[in-house]
């Protein structure tokens, strides 16, 4: 299997704007376009192929078909025939809703799905802009809630203002939002399954107010104020630097000014590239492709070696 490039599923969002097309490229149609699923086997988005031999197929057609080759033996054992990642950019124009996600345990036995462990990598943020992670203090559940009911929730949290380059690391149960002015790079464990706790009170196009989700989101809170969700990383040039190492996926950094090789014969899982800056072009045996920034691309895991030809190319590299 050759190296595969993904049409984006683009999602309008409320709080969603335009520098997916003014600054990725991606071709929207909406002034308030907040996502573009570069990678997903969601039940009813589901990313197709856009090159090559493969055009066409859809990614869970390939998994069906050549699981162990696409995914990687040990993938395969551990999640069988889902995708275990999914892969975003995300433009924020406006604030995002103040939410969290349950854990493995508490979203198998509610909604039969993954937790949602997340990182973000920020491509782009306005002066000022800011993310909410976590609380400012350690909270009791029944501060918490007190606080959800008389609309005092924004007190209690933290916030952190981020320039470019910035990654952060949001386990489940981790109260955050994204803030208005900053578009990022997602990666996640294969899930939708948010927990909204305050929405501003904005109304949607119909005029309604957004669901929120008090009561569910209560037992999977983690009331705790932790400072464990900025990455330290050293951005080495022309080499691989781990940003995030955790059981769901391990996330490396690379930038590049010249062509650079990488084995993979220990490596029993695919390779997922995101290109954060400039262009790349990635070559194996089994052919080659060219992504620029706002790019994804998905390399099977019978892979033997990589080689990235660039110039000048920034890029977040994905495994299990």
Same mark, same amino acid.
């Given at each position: 299997?050759?190296?595969?490039?993904?049409?984006?599923? /683009? @999602?309008?969002?409320?709080?969603?704007?335009? $520098?997916?097309? =003014?600054?990725?490229?991606?071709?929207?149609?909406?002034?308030?376009?907040? +996502?573009?699923?570069?990678?997903?086997?969601?039940?009813?988005?589901?990313?197709?192929? %856009?090159?090559?031999?493969? #055009?066409? $197929?859809?990614?869970?057609?390939?998994?069906?078909?050549?699981?162990? %080759?696409?995914?990687?033996?040990?993938? &395969?054992?551990?999640?069988?025939? =889902?995708?275990?990642?999914?892969?975003?950019?995300?433009?924020?124009?406006? !604030?995002?809703?103040?939410?969290?996600?349950?854990?493995?345990?508490?979203?198998? @036995?509610?909604?039969?799905?993954?937790?949602?462990?997340?990182?973000?990598?920020?491509?782009?943020?306005?002066?000022?802009?800011?993310?909410?992670?976590?609380?400012?203090?350690?909270?009791?559940?029944?501060?918490?809630?007190?606080?959800?009911?008389?609309?005092? /929730?924004?007190?209690?949290?933290?916030?952190?203002?981020? @320039?470019?380059?910035?990654?952060?690391?949001?386990?489940?149960?981790?109260?955050?939002?994204?803030?208005?002015?900053?578009? /990022?790079?997602?990666?996640?464990?294969?899930?939708?399954?948010?927990?909204?706790?305050?929405?501003?009170?904005?109304?949607?196009?119909?005029?309604?107010?957004? =669901?929120?989700?008090?009561?569910?989101?209560?037992?999977?809170?983690?009331?705790?104020? $932790?400072? !464990?969700?900025?990455?330290?990383?050293?951005?080495?040039?022309?080499?691989?630097?781990?940003?995030? !190492?955790?059981?769901?996926? $391990?996330?490396?950094?690379?930038?590049?000014?010249?062509?650079? +090789?990488?084995?993979?014969?220990?490596?029993?899982?695919?390779?997922?590239?995101?290109?954060?800056?400039? =262009? &790349?072009?990635?070559?194996?045996?089994?052919?080659?492709?060219?992504?620029?920034?706002?790019?994804?691309?998905?390399?099977?895991?019978?892979?033997?070696?990589?080689?990235? @030809?660039?110039?000048? #190319?920034?890029?977040?590299? &994905?495994?299990?």
């Amino acid at each position: 299997m050759h190296p595969l490039k993904f049409r984006p599923i /683009l @999602k309008e969002r409320l709080w969603g704007g335009t $520098k997916l097309k =003014e600054v990725l490229g991606k071709p929207i149609e909406s002034d308030i376009t907040g +996502e573009s699923w570069e990678l997903s086997t969601v039940k009813g988005d589901v990313s197709v192929i %856009e090159n090559g031999s493969l #055009a066409g $197929k859809s990614l869970q057609e390939l998994i069906d078909s050549n699981g162990e %080759e696409l995914l990687g033996k040990s993938v &395969v054992e551990r999640f069988g025939k =889902e995708f275990p990642i999914l892969i975003k950019f995300i433009d924020a124009k406006q !604030d995002l809703s103040i939410q969290l996600h349950p854990n493995d345990e508490l979203a198998k @036995k509610r909604h039969n799905s993954f937790g949602k462990t997340e990182m973000w990598y920020i491509m782009d943020a306005d002066p000022k802009a800011e993310l909410i992670v976590g609380f400012n203090k350690d909270v009791t559940k029944e501060e918490y809630a007190e606080s959800v009911a008389n609309n005092s /929730l924004l007190d209690l949290l933290n916030y952190e203002q981020v @320039k470019e380059g910035d990654t952060f690391f949001i386990n489940t149960g981790k109260i955050h939002a994204i803030g208005a002015g900053v578009m /990022l790079a997602e990666i996640q464990q294969t899930s939708d399954i948010t927990y909204r706790v305050f929405d501003f009170n904005r109304k949607d196009k119909e005029g309604n107010l957004r =669901e929120l989700h008090t009561e569910l989101a209560l037992d999977a809170v983690d009331y705790e104020k $932790k400072d !464990d969700f900025k990455i330290s990383y050293t951005p080495g040039i022309n080499e691989i630097s781990t940003m995030v !190492d955790c059981p769901y996926f $391990k996330t490396n950094f690379i930038e590049l000014t010249k062509d650079i +090789e990488i084995d993979t014969t220990k490596r029993d899982s695919f390779t997922i590239f995101m290109c954060v800056g400039g =262009e &790349v072009l990635i070559n194996t045996a089994e052919g080659e492709v060219t992504i620029k920034k706002g790019e994804t691309a998905l390399l099977p895991a019978n892979t033997i070696t990589i080689y990235l @030809k660039s110039m000048g #190319a920034k890029l977040l590299e &994905v495994t299990i």
